[in-house]
């Protein structure tokens, strides 16, 4: 029913930002709350960031908060996820996902992204 695809990955040094984007397909993309979640090597996939259908709530997980910012543009079909004062242990493949609850567990999320690379380095 959705079909998301992330960009904006990529090698940033610690300190530095980055915007990653999500762009999903489909006419019904303001009906599904959508997140970031992240999967570093060898660690567990893990909650990032989550905005309810409206835009009008957001989650933020602990371990980013205050650094990074999620947002969309229902007009647009996309989603972003605002990366700053970034930690080599930001390092990870990032996920987009979309469901009809919004939430912060990946078992709510029946549709996901391919993932983009980010890359922090000291």
């Known amino acids: 029913q959705v079909q998301l695809v992330e960009s904006g990955g990529g090698l940033v040094q610690a300190g530095g930002s980055l915007r990653l984007s999500c762009a999903a397909s489909?006419?019904?993309?303001?009906?599904?709350?959508m997140a970031w979640f992240r999967q570093a090597p060898g660690k567990e996939r893990e909650f990032v960031a989550a905005?309810?259908?409206?835009?009008?709530?957001?989650k933020v997980a602990d371990s980013v908060k205050g650094r990074f910012t999620i947002s969309r543009d229902n007009a647009q079909n996309t989603m972003h996820l605002q990366m700053s004062s970034l930690k080599p242990e930001d390092t990870a493949i990032y996920y987009c996902?979309?469901?009809?609850?919004?939430?912060?567990?990946?078992?709510?999320?029946?549709?996901w992204g391919q993932g983009t690379q980010v890359t922090v380095s000291s």
């Open positions: 905005i309810s259908q409206s835009g009008g709530s957001t």
């Open positions: 996902a979309a469901s009809t609850t919004y939430g912060y567990s990946g078992r709510l999320y029946n549709y």
């Open positions: 489909g006419r019904t993309f303001r009906s599904y709350a």
